[in-house]
């Protein structure tokens, strides 16, 4: 895909498919920092002549838009296209220099800095920007942080409700799907965690989840039934590899109300 975008699609994925642009449209406004033209001082625009005091500073060259990679004229002002590279500013300031003139016909300012010469401030957009910003940066942080190694699901088989199991036992039927995103192979066994129950894999082993794959597998919970005092049990699974535990999984266990009567 990057091939294809790089060697074909090429500017087309800044003007038709990036977000960026048309965020831009949503999030500035007249004091926000952007890749500007100064047209106060640019214009009118003229080819270059030696003492033509009445032209403005622009001598109509064209290196910023020939090196626009989205071919676009930033003299047109702020535009959906511009990616912000900042390679017109360069252009333009090679070309102040060749002609002895001041650097900075193009920078960066702002709507308000170019018409009014207001300096840029830090407005309450900016801040709210800025705090928006932070809660995002540390959302990804934790999420990075709290990332586990192995992940997995466990759903009790569909369509079936418990099984007695012997006299005093009932049982549930599981799948389980494991993740495994380490580059290695993990052999995992299952085990029932705070609860006086015991777990029976269904293919007698345990479950072997690839490197950077998936691993499946069915089991019964197998609880005594007298500490089955309502019908849906939160249980837990820990997932071990040798005696090591590698992450807890959360399930629900389905059973019969027994009434202390009828016993
Ligand atoms: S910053 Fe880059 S994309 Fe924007 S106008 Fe200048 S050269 Fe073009
Ligand atoms: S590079 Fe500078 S001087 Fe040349 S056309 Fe663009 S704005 Fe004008």
């Known amino acids: 895909m990057f091939y294809g975008v790089y060697a074909y699609f ?29 047209y106060k001082r640019g214009e009118p625009r003229e080819k270059f002549k030696k003492n033509n005091v009445a032209a403005g500073d622009c001598i109509d060259c064209f290196q910023c838009v020939k090196v626009c990679p989205t071919g676009i004229d930033i003299r047109n002002g702020t535009q959906m296209e511009c990616v912000g590279c900042t390679a017109c500013i360069d252009a333009c300031n090679k070309m102040m ?3 002895n003139k001041p650097t900075g016909l193009i920078r960066y300012a702002s709507e308000n800095g170019i018409a009014n010469r207001e300096k840029l401030h830090y407005t309450g957009r900016m801040k709210f920007y800025a705090v928006l910003l932070l809660l995002l940066t540390g959302l990804l942080t934790t999420l990075l942080l709290s990332r586990k190694d192995v992940d997995g699901t466990v759903i009790r088989a569909a369509g079936m409700l418990y099984q007695e199991h012997g006299a005093d036992s009932v049982s549930n039927l599981y799948n389980i799907k494991i993740i495994n995103k380490t580059i290695r192979d993990i ?3 299952l085990k029932l965690e705070k609860a006086p129950g015991r777990i029976i894999e269904a293919e007698g082993r345990s479950i072997a989840v690839p490197k950077e794959g998936q691993g499946k597998g069915s089991f019964f919970i197998v609880l005594p039934d007298n500490i089955i005092k309502e019908r849906k049990l939160k249980l837990q699974v820990g997932l071990y590899e040798g005696d090591k535990k590698i992450t807890t999984l959360n399930t629900n266990f389905m059973g019969p109300i027994y009434h202390p009567e009828s016993k």
């Open 10 to 38: 090429r500017e087309q994925a800044c003007t038709v498919i990036c977000p960026y642009g048309r965020l831009q449209s949503v999030l500035l406004d007249r004091n926000s920092m952007i890749v500007a033209y100064d």
């Open 97 to 99: 220099e060749a002609v």
């Open 187 to 189: 052999p995992l066994t």
